[in-house]
Nanobody, 132 residues
Framework: QVQLVDSGGRLVQAGGSLRLSCAAS?????????MGWFRQAPGSEREFVSA????????YYADLAKGRFTIVRDSAKNTLYLQMNSVKPEDTAIYYC????????????????????????WGQGTQVTVSS
C-alpha cells in the first residue's frame, strides 16, 4: 500500500515562493509511478497542476503553472516537490499529491496524468494561502 504525506503549505505573500513536499512510502518501485499535484479551492473542483510521469516519461504542467511552478522528483528520497514561484492570490487552495502505478494501457490514453480519477493514491493535502 502506498502512503503519501504532503507538507510545506503556509501563508505567503503574493509574489513570494514556497516549496511543497510529498513523501511517498510503502513501495520500492516508485519509478514506475506517475506522480502529480492537484489543487482544490473552496467551492471548486479539484484541478490538475503538474505531473512527473513514470520512468522519466516527462513532466507536464497546467497552463496555470507554466513558467511559475516546477515539479521535481527525488527518487533517492521517494519525495516529490512542487516549487512555486511568483505566487498569486488565485493560487490559494489545498494542494494534494497523487500517485498511480503506470500500466501499459496508459501509454495509449493520451494525457491520462491530468485526470484526478486516474490516480490511485492521495496525500492528505496541504493548505496554501496567498495574501495580496
Amino acid at each position: 500500500q502506498v502512503q503519501l504525506v504532503d507538507s510545506g503549505g503556509r501563508l505567503v505573500q503574493a509574489g513570494g515562493s514556497l516549496r511543497l513536499s510529498c513523501a511517498a512510502s510503502g513501495r520500492s518501485d516508485f519509478n514506475w509511478y506517475t506522480m502529480g499535484w492537484f489543487r482544490q479551492a473552496p467551492g471548486s473542483e479539484r484541478e490538475f497542476v503538474s505531473a512527473d510521469t513514470a520512468n522519466n516519461g516527462g513532466k507536464y504542467y497546467a497552463d496555470l503553472a507554466k513558467g511559475r511552478f516546477t515539479i521535481v522528483r527525488d527518487s533517492a528520497k521517494n519525495t516529490l516537490y512542487l516549487q512555486m514561484n511568483s505566487v498569486k492570490p488565485e493560487d490559494t487552495a489545498i494542494y494534494y499529491c497523487a500517485a498511480l502505478r503506470f500500466r501499459t494501457y496508459h501509454s495509449s490514453s493520451g494525457d491520462y496524468y491530468r485526470w484526478a480519477s486516474t490516480y490511485d493514491y492521495w496525500g492528505q493535502g496541504t493548505q496554501v494561502t496567498v495574501s495580496s
